[in-house]
């Protein structure tokens, strides 16, 4: 059979979780495996019984290592290419070599599996006919923030991976921003500490405040925008209505926002472009 890159998914925690076919082609038809951590898969490799020669391949020396991996694929050696967990490529290294493998006219074959992804959504209970996977959040606020408003006006389900020691910064980003929305965070998917938490972001960054640490992977899967959140298309005109109904201006904001499915600054600014645009038409 001609040399081909496999993609390989492994376990996302639990050791069985891995195919009948993964484990066959990592034993008998491949001569190279290229990973993350070397430590890792070398833990995986052991519990299955399986010897064969590992090389890492991460981002700061993926570019050396698709040369190397391409020149194995052309003498001839079919190489699997694996992440630390669950699939290759989602949040991980890997594109180029798939690149740089397909322009050399080599054969990529995926070989399904875990996906912390999946896992979470489909045991999130919340609507999985559409979704959106954003990756990491960023670890810096100010970007984060300005990505979560963007996510924010999604009206499919989103899901994005956050790592324990910034979780609690980003639920009380989500909780101002997605307001009250149902979120389901997972953590340590398919191990012993399996947990899912769900309710709004508030609530859920209150309880892990209790708690001493927080370890594990986390997913976190976010309702998307109602259609209703998003029908109003004069948010100044409802801000207005609401004041004459009585509620004071920064409650009227809060309560657009919150059928928009926008930050409360945003409302704001929206009102006052609009505030502004018609006091300019006005003296015109």
């Not at 050399?104 to 489909?122: I, N, R």
């Not at 101002?176 to 929305?181: H, L, P």
């Not at 948010?235 to 004041?243: G, H, M, N, T, V």
């Amino acid at each position: 059979m001609p040399a081909t890159l496999y993609l390989i998914a492994t376990p996302i925690g639990n050791l069985e979780d891995i195919t009948l076919r993964a484990l066959r082609v990592l034993r008998e038809d491949v001569a190279l495996i290229a990973c993350e951590d070397t430590r890792q898969t070398q833990k995986l490799l052991e519990r299955y019984e399986i010897r064969k020669p590992l090389v890492s391949y991460h981002e700061h020396n993926e570019a050396a290592r698709a040369d190397q991996i391409i020149e194995a694929l052309r003498r001839g050696d079919s190489v699997a290419l694996v992440s630390d967990a669950g699939t290759p490529l989602v949040s991980d290294p890997g594109y180029r070599v798939v690149g740089a493998a397909i322009d050399a006219g080599f054969a990529v074959v995926p070989l399904p599996g875990a996906s912390a992804v999946l896992a979470a959504l489909a045991a999130s209970g919340l609507p999985t006919d559409e979704f959106f996977f954003a990756g990491f959040l960023p670890s810096k606020a100010g970007a984060r923030r300005k990505r979560l408003e963007q996510l924010a006006r999604e009206r499919a389900t989103v899901i994005v991976y956050e790592s324990p020691h910034r979780i609690v910064e980003s639920l009380t980003d989500i909780a101002e921003i997605f307001g009250e929305r149902c979120i389901v965070l997972a953590r340590e998917l398919t191990k012993i500490h399996e947990e899912f938490l769900r309710g709004p972001a508030r609530q859920i960054c209150d309880q892990l405040t209790e708690r001493a640490s927080i370890k594990g992977e986390i997913t976190l899967v976010l309702s998307g925008a109602q259609e209703e959140q998003i029908s109003i298309a004069d948010p100044l005109e409802e801000i207005a209505r609401l004041e004459t109904a009585g509620m004071d201006r920064m409650e009227a904001i809060k309560s657009v926002a919150k059928q928009m499915g926008l930050p409360k600054r945003e409302v704001y600014r929206l009102a006052a472009e609009q505030g502004s645009n018609r006091q300019r038409n006005n003296r015109d």
